[in-house]
């Protein structure tokens, strides 16, 4: 989790350091954590409730987490206003739902398909799922902004657009998943995920 809590601090800096305004900033630091598992997404939450209450670093995200499984959101907060004050302007929000109120969403792969999350603009996957479509699909959502790189659990990062399968091991199970990904994404579209 050291690794996590590492990946959000960068890209809260790198939001502050690219943003043009405090809109911009914010539509900069929003991420999307999937997990396959609910009960993973429910501990991610807990744990991330934690350390933005605790680390100074991170109180930018103090009060902006939601959580979404299956059809379900958390915390009194459906899966659809959880989807409206995430992304409002993508999501196509309906007047009087269009505040922004959270930054991160930890969420299975229900939002992996058919919801449009555009004005997110990072992707972590806690874990990588047996089929690469899977992967194509969560980092599909985004589309329009550049995915640059995977960030798996244990902290190794996969530059995407290039050799995908460089920062996994020869032995690894999970190269040859990946190394599957490449082909998945569409043509003329190598480098964004």
């Not at 902290?155 to 190394?179: H, N, Q, W």
Request: with cysteine; aromatic share 8%.
């Amino acid at each position: 989790m050291a690794a996590l809590v590492e990946q959000l601090t960068e890209i809260l800096k790198n939001a502050d350091a690219d943003g043009l305004d405090d809109k911009d900033k914010r539509n900069k630091r929003k991420i999307i954590i999937f997990s396959f598992f609910a009960d993973t997404v429910d501990w991610i939450r807990e744990y991330l409730e934690g350390v933005f209450a605790s680390d100074l670093k991170l109180a930018a995200y103090r009060g902006r987490l939601a959580c979404v499984i299956g059809d379900e959101g958390h915390g009194g907060v459906s899966r659809e206003a959880a989807i409206f004050s995430f992304v409002p302007e993508s999501s196509e929000a309906p007047a009087g739902r269009q505040d922004d109120l959270y930054d991160v969403l930890v969420t299975t792969d229900v939002l992996s398909e058919g919801m449009n999350l555009q004005q997110c603009r990072n992707i972590i996957n806690y874990d990588l799922p047996w089929n690469p479509m899977r992967l194509v699909q969560r980092h599909c959502r985004p589309w329009p902004q550049e995915i640059q790189e995977l960030i798996l659990r244990d902290g190794t990062r996969v530059k995407s657009g290039g050799p995908a399968v460089e920062g996994f091991p020869v032995e690894s199970p999970d190269r040859a998943r990946v190394a599957g990904l490449v082909s998945a994404v569409p043509k003329g579209h190598e480098g964004k995920s």
